[in-house]
């Protein structure tokens, strides 16, 4: 792993570009493969809910990094962070490129990137996912389960969730990924699929509703999914009283601020909105912040 040590315009102090190598591929579910990259520098210092871009290092088509959330750190023998795991589901180009790659392959990738989840400080954190949009629950999980740290130095979690529920729903269940990465001591997981192959037959979202018809108060929801769930998600929580975040996939181009191709709406005061950029202001938002449309 090499890395230019350059600072991105617009990012954290500590966002870099690196050339690295991949280590490990695996295969999650259908079409969704688990990728990890050999890169200390980053691996220490991307918290759950940033991403990072990549692209393959030689070549020019695709010519433009893609964006992919952290979903986990690997740590060496000694425990010390060595590598970040992305997880992916071939829906294009670069995406269909990936599902190729082996051990071995030389990369370039740029973070860590965007704000992240913040903390969970609340009683119950309830994380909802729609497909691949459960990456960044498992860094989640793990730290506001008390089993991993992220950071450089570590971000401090004062107040611990006392229940920590993921609720995960795919349309059938050949696209439920990762599920043996996420039997974690203390995590409840809950499944929905669309089809009713496995777990709760419907949307996740009733998942959701069947927790907030218990309990409201204490509880806060992270959610990242397709942008229809979201906005199923975020209405749900709104009617409940509830404090929800979003994690936007907003397609983007450069990651660190300058392209202003990923800019989303968000309420700046009374009937009044702005644009803010997913990639630097994101791409985590409260979703009572954001404006967003019906699909
Ligand atoms: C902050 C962030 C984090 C992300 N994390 C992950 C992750 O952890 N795992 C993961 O698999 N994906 C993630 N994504 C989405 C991922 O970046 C896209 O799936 C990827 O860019 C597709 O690249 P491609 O070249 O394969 O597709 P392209 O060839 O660029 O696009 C092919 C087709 O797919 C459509 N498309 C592109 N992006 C999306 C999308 N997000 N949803 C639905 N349709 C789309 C395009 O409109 C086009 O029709 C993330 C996106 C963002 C912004």
Redesign the pocket.
Known sequence: MTSENTCLPGMSACARQFTATVSQVRLLARD?WAVRIECPVLAETILPGQ?FMIRPLSGSD?LLG??????DVCRDAAGQPAAVE?????????????SHWVAGQQVSLWGP??NGFPVADCDHLLCVAGG??Q??FLGVAKEALGLAEFGNPPRSTPVRPSRVTLCYGVRSRPWLAGLDDFRLPGLELEIATDDGSYGLHGYVTSLLKNHLQQKKSGVHVYCCG?EPMMKATAEICAEANVPCWL??????ACGFGACFS?VTRVRVGENEWDYRR??VE??VFRADQLLLVDH
């Open positions: 969704t991403f695709p893609r964006p992919f959330a952290l979903y992305f997880a992916f589901v071939r829906i294009g180009k670069m995406t269909t490129l990936m990137l965007g691949i949009g990456t960044p397709p994690s936007l996939e907003t397609p983007m990923c997913t990639c994101g791409p």
